[in-house]
């Protein structure tokens, strides 16, 4: 205990309310933690009879460890022990962001009875998660704007594998947004951009989200999820229907009118063909649309009763409205129920009651029974590729593993859906005043979700007569503010001025783009030739076109198509030989991937 009220003191400045923590935890270690000397004069720790770090030098053996890492960007530690990978990392960089993995809350405490840790603890970013879920992490990850390298104690890991497991599969599905989000970007945008340039009357149109904020405030939403769990609250969805608001997802729409339930909402926010699918003989006159304005065409075309509009994801649409009509901001987390569980929150209801939120693979399905997916499976299944075949690689396609079920015991998830779970999680922190609440137990997981059974949301009142009253008189002050014909007329000035005004600062982004890659591509080619006061002319004339650029009003609607820096430096033909032409090719494949991205917004408006 030598060491610990001065460590104590450290962390009461640092990292308030960590000690406490350490001293009430309930850590379900079992067995002595036993410290050892060292030739190396430091001490080790044996836990089960093994040595966690080197019986004879114990800070040489992390820092070659440490040395697997270099660099200054964030690490992330698995199994602190007595701190010496830790220190041995914060060696090498000083101030290198570190987050630190400890499964159980004695091993930390001992390290801060046994070892004089103040240097390491005040000089240096640490984020700790320790004890309890090793869902943790997902909110660690949001601290940091790259994903940490990953170092292990790998003495301590072995001896909880699935909860560092665990870890690592949350820290994987984070690192992989970017990737994900690269990849996407290059497949989907430019119809994102083609779906934007014929929905653009819509932004003029149609009204937004933020008409409707508050106005469920008192009422219960019931969210319907498509996962496989929504066939089992299925026979109960007209009881719900008398007690809840009712929001569904493009994807479970077709299960409610199936069953004969029109829902108050439905959501649809995936820019995607195979998207709009979800709605083919779905039209619902009684329900409203709730969409972002770079869905695929003909979704803006279904029978609802009303369109609302949430603000675009993209730099197109954003830029039309901030001119002509904010429509409220609507959160993504990569799948329309992050979404539509969003819009819950924005109508103002306290209690949110989720079917069909499984983000995992109860009894290795995908969807509920007769959704597009299986269908189009069906559909398209032959002798030779018969439909398992379809669910094979869906089930297998994402990195599968396996992590807590909501109820009890395992289910299958994968990356993907285990990166979705991570952004529910951060809502229900940020939220806490919003009970959510999970209608099956078979799905993942997802901590700050409380269980229910469906009997509990059976004992709210009926109220669906107070809520078509509420909704009613919601939607008749927005028809009479957003839909009066003085309102109409001056968004549609707007509306002509704002595309003028793109127009005009493309084409200007065009010509300088075009201009300075024409320059730089010739200088390019006479490198050797150029005298020094050419050379300086044409790094001026190359810096004038970028502060033109950045200047522009347009310039993220120009570079949402631009293709990842990497992308380009992977196709240079002089990379590093000379640093003058090098920077001259890559400007000038720069310049001509902005004027690309440039010329096709213009194309298609």
């Not at 570190?98 to 046994?114: D, F, R, T, V």
Request: with cysteine.
């Amino acid at each position: 205990m030598k060491y610990w009220e001065q460590n104590r003191k450290i962390l009461e400045t640092y990292y308030p309310g960590l000690a406490e923590k350490l001293e009430q935890s309930e850590d379900d270690w079992e067995g002595p933690l036993e410290i050892r000397g060292t030739p190396s004069g430091l001490p080790t720790l044996l836990v089960q009879g093994m040595h966690i770090h080197s019986p004879r030098d114990p800070a040489a053996e992390a820092r070659r460890i440490a040395a697997a890492e270099p660099g200054d960007g964030p690490v992330a530690v698995f199994g602190f022990g007595l701190g010496y990978l830790p220190e041995a990392i914060a060696g090498t960089a000083p101030g290198r962001p570190l987050i630190i993995l400890e499964k159980h809350p004695k091993i930390l405490q001992k390290a801060l009875e046994e070892r004089d840790l103040t240097e390491l603890l005040s000089r240096n970013r640490i984020v700790f998660v320790v004890g309890g879920s090793p869902e943790g992490i997902t909110g660690a990850l949001q601290l940091f704007s790259e994903p940490p390298a990953v170092l292990k104690n790998r003495n301590l890991v072995s001896l909880d594998e699935s909860w560092y497991r665990d870890a690592e599969n949350h820290l994987r599905a984070f690192a992989q947004r970017d990737e994900v989000n690269a990849a996407t970007l290059r497949r989907f945008g430019r119809r994102w951009v083609r779906n934007l340039a014929k929905n653009r009357e819509a932004i003029r149109d149609l009204p937004g989200i933020r008409f409707l904020a508050g106005s469920g405030r008192g009422f219960p939403v019931f969210l319907a999820a498509a996962g496989p769990s929504l066939d089992d609250i299925a026979p109960l969805l007209p009881e719900i229907r008398e007690r809840c608001i009712v929001i569904a997802v493009d994807t479970s729409l077709r299960m409610l009118l199936r069953r004969g339930i029109e829902p108050d909402f439905a959501v649809s926010v995936d820019p995607q063909f195979w998207n709009a699918r979800h709605l083919d003989r779905c039209d619902a006159p009684g329900c409203c649309l709730i969409a972002e304005s770079a869905v695929y065409p003909q979704v803006l075309r279904r029978g609802f009763r009303r369109k609302l509009l949430c603000s675009s994801l993209f730099p197109l649409g954003r830029f039309i409205e901030d001119r002509v009509d904010p429509k409220g901001v609507l959160g993504a987390g990569g799948s329309v129920a992050t979404s539509a569980w969003d819009f819950a929150r924005i109508l103002g209801s306290a209690e949110i009651w989720i079917a069909g939120l499984d983000l995992s693979f109860p009894d290795l399905k995908t969807h509920f029974s007769g959704a597009l997916f299986e269908a189009r499976f069906l559909a398209e299944a032959h002798r030779l590729r018969p439909a398992e075949t379809y669910a094979h690689l869906a089930l297998h396609g994402g990195f599968p593993f396996k992590a807590a079920a909501a109820g009890s015991g395992q289910v299958l998830t994968d990356r993907r859906l285990s990166m979705y779970a991570g952004w529910f999680e951060r809502q229900f922190r940020n939220y806490p005043e919003i009970k959510s609440y999970l209608l099956s137990g078979r799905g993942l997981a997802i901590k700050g979700a409380a269980a229910a059974a469906p009997e509990d949301i059976l004992s709210l009142p009926p109220r669906r007569g107070e809520i078509d009253a509420r909704l009613a008189e919601t939607f008749g002050a927005m028809d009479g503010g957003f839909g009066n014909p003085e309102a109409q007329q001056g968004r549609e000035k707007q509306f002509n001025h704002a595309l003028e005004e793109l127009r005009k600062e493309l084409d200007r982004i065009i010509a300088v783009s075009e201009s300075a890659a024409a320059a730089a591509r010739e200088a390019w080619k006479n490198a050797s030739l150029l005298s020094p006061e050419r050379r300086e002319a044409v790094l001026a004339e190359l810096d004038s076109a970028n502060h033109t650029i950045i200047g522009s009003a347009a310039k993220d609607v120009a570079g949402f198509l631009f293709p990842p820096i990497e992308e380009l430096e992977s196709a240079l033909k002089t990379p590093g030989q000379d640093p003058f032409r090098s920077h001259l090719e890559l400007s000038f494949r720069l310049y001509e991937a902005l004027a690309e991205a440039a010329e096709y917004n213009r194309k298609y408006l």
